[in-house]
């Protein structure tokens, strides 16, 4: 980040990078004891997962808040203008991360009586590993401004659509062969796919970070993961 002429600029960017790097964090933190909730029937951890989801929203709302505050004081342009606008881009994002992550501690309480395959639960908690491995790479490229890293992440995006893809499938087969999986199964199919929502919010927190370093969006062409994953799903 350039230095300013006027220092109170430079501790206003650094301070919208600070907030969204907590924001990040919370967000992150959420989601892994929203799992560990479901994979332990955890309602005390489900519960806590739910209200912590408060906090997020309102850090979100206060970075909105920072950052209308900054371009109306200081009408930032080029690099500087990317970066407000960068930070309110991957705002939204963490938000919605926190979001997916409730959702998941939700149906932890939905399902906390019923007990499922130990298959299904390396599965889930395999896909989750990898959404939140995508988390912590992208959050730690949008700290060091690293356009590699960001690229890695939205590279990686194909792993988490193939296990989850995999899970999909599986947890379709348990419904077929027993009526009575179909409740709890129907309960770990919508956690898969809003873990797997996670992947695609921190794919868009990289597209994002690369277009705050270079000013340019990636200029890699690659289908869809919604395209993708609906074909699977159809199959």
């Keep these: 980040m350039k230095q300013h002429t006027v220092t109170a600029f430079d501790e206003d960017l650094s301070a919208l990078a600070s ?22 029937s955890d309602p005390e951890l489900a519960q806590q997962c ?4 408060k906090k997020i929203d309102e850090l979100e709302r206060q970075i909105e808040e920072r950052a209308i505050t900054i371009i109306a004081r200081r009408q930032p342009m080029a690099q500087d203008l990317r970066e ?30 019923q007990k499922f395959g130990q298959r299904l639960f390396v599965g889930i908690e395999h896909l989750s590993a990898l959404g939140l491995e995508q988390m912590k790479l992208v959050l730690d490229s949008y700290a060091a401004r690293d356009v590699a890293k960001a ?3 939205w590279a990686k995006d194909d792993d988490i659509d193939a296990v989850y893809t995999s899970l999909f499938r599986e947890l379709l087969t348990y419904m077929m062969e027993d009526p009575r999986n179909i409740g709890m199964c129907t309960h770990l199919l919508f956690c898969a796919k809003n873990i797997e929502r996670i992947g695609d919010h921190a794919t868009n927190i990289a ?10 969006p990636f200029d890699e062409a690659r289908q869809s993961s919604t395209t993708r994953l609906t074909q699977a799903e159809q199959a």
């Excluded at 919605?96 to 939905?110: P, S, T």
């Excluded at 597209?207 to 340019?216: A, D, H, S, W």
């Design 84 to 113: 407000i606008i960068a930070a309110l881009r991957i705002a939204t994002d963490l938000e919605r991360v926190a979001d997916l992550g409730k959702n998941i501690a939700r149906r932890a309480l939905a399902i906390d009586a």
């Design 19 to 40: 907030a969204i790097a907590t924001m990040g964090g919370l967000a992150e933190q959420l989601v892994a004891q929203s799992v560990q909730a479901l994979l332990k």
């Design 207 to 216: 597209e994002t970070i690369c277009y705050l370093v270079t000013g340019e």
């Design 50 to 53: 739910i209200t912590a989801d």
């Design 151 to 153: 690229r890695e992440v």
